[in-house]
């Protein structure tokens, strides 16, 4: 990520805490936009092309954002985005918001990946334990992997916290080889 992408990430950050914005709405509304981007070369074309006046593209983003039901500070934001031609680093520059939002919220990211499938229960009560862990509220997403046996491995950023059998057991086995 570059300096610049953060700034704008953190300008927008700035703007949507002063106007207390529902911050799963912005998101929702600048994911909403990225996808539109994504599926069309046209509006990309049109949103990037230089020799095309600024309040032409300023029209076609009004109706997009009219489409989407965009909030005026998200619209005003992704105009200066294609204003200062860094439409190119949107995807980025979301990233970063996202990473700030959520740590303004006190809202951690947790990788959960378990053995066997976990009922609504025992998300819960995980979800429990790895809030409990992470200071603060966490947004968990699940995967399996049948080769830990049994158990689950929790990611909260860079840090791993592994209560897995197949954790357990190479433990065990590195003990036995040092002692």
């Known amino acids: ?15 949507a805490a002063s106007n207390r914005l529902d911050t799963n709405a912005v998101q ?3 994911h909403d936009f ?25 029209k076609v983003l009004d109706a997009i954002a009219g489409r989407i039901g965009m909030i005026p500070q ?3 934001f992704i105009a200066v985005i294609v204003d200062h031609q860094r439409l190119d680093e949107l995807d980025e520059i979301l990233v970063e918001y ?15 990946t378990s053995a066997h499938p976990l009922n609504d229960e025992d998300r819960a009560q995980l979800e429990a334990q790895v809030a409990k ?15 830990l046996l049994g158990g689950a491995v929790v990611r909260i950023g860079s840090t791993v916290y592994d209560g897995s ?8 086995k590195q003990k036995l080889v040092n002692a």
């Open 34 to 58: 990225s996808d539109t981007l994504a599926g069309s070369h046209e509006l990309r074309e049109v949103l990037i092309n230089p020799s095309i006046p600024g309040e032409q593209k300023l």
């Open 98 to 112: 996202h990473e700030i939002a959520d740590e303004q919220l006190g809202l951690a990211e947790a990788e959960i």
């Open 74 to 76: 998200v619209r005003n």
């Open 1 to 15: 990520m570059s300096a610049l992408t953060l700034r704008y990430a953190h300008a927008f950050a700035s703007v």
């Open 165 to 172: 059998l197949r954790g357990q057991f190479q433990q065990l």
């Open 133 to 147: 862990v992470a200071g603060g509220r966490v947004r968990a997403s699940y995967r399996q992997d049948a080769t």
């Open 28 to 30: 929702q509304q600048l």
